[in-house]
């Protein structure tokens, strides 16, 4: 959850506020009681996200990348045998086989 910097221009009360993002800024100063509450520009830091598991292709392990190399090897090995077999069986129109 991101926190935000928060001051109070009546009475220059500066607090930090953790906030969902959706969440409306605040205006009442929890110090003064006035609604001159302003929210500052921070530093520039950002939601991280760390870990596996936030995409399907992230952070893939090794055994997973290994399987899906072999997978996709059989694949090809499969379409490039079926082509093979189909070169003795051309037909031409109006010709019996």
Known sequence: MPHYD???D???????????????????????????LRRLIGPGAAIMFKGSGFYKTDYRSESYK???AAAKEAKSNGKKKAKDGDKGKTSVKGEKQ
């Open 6 to 8: 928060y001051q109070c």
């Open 66 to 68: 290994k399987g899906a």
């Open 10 to 36: 009546a009475c220059g009360h500066r607090f930090e506020l953790f906030q969902t993002i959706t969440a409306e800024t605040k205006r009442k100063c929890p110090q003064c009681g006035r609604l001159r």
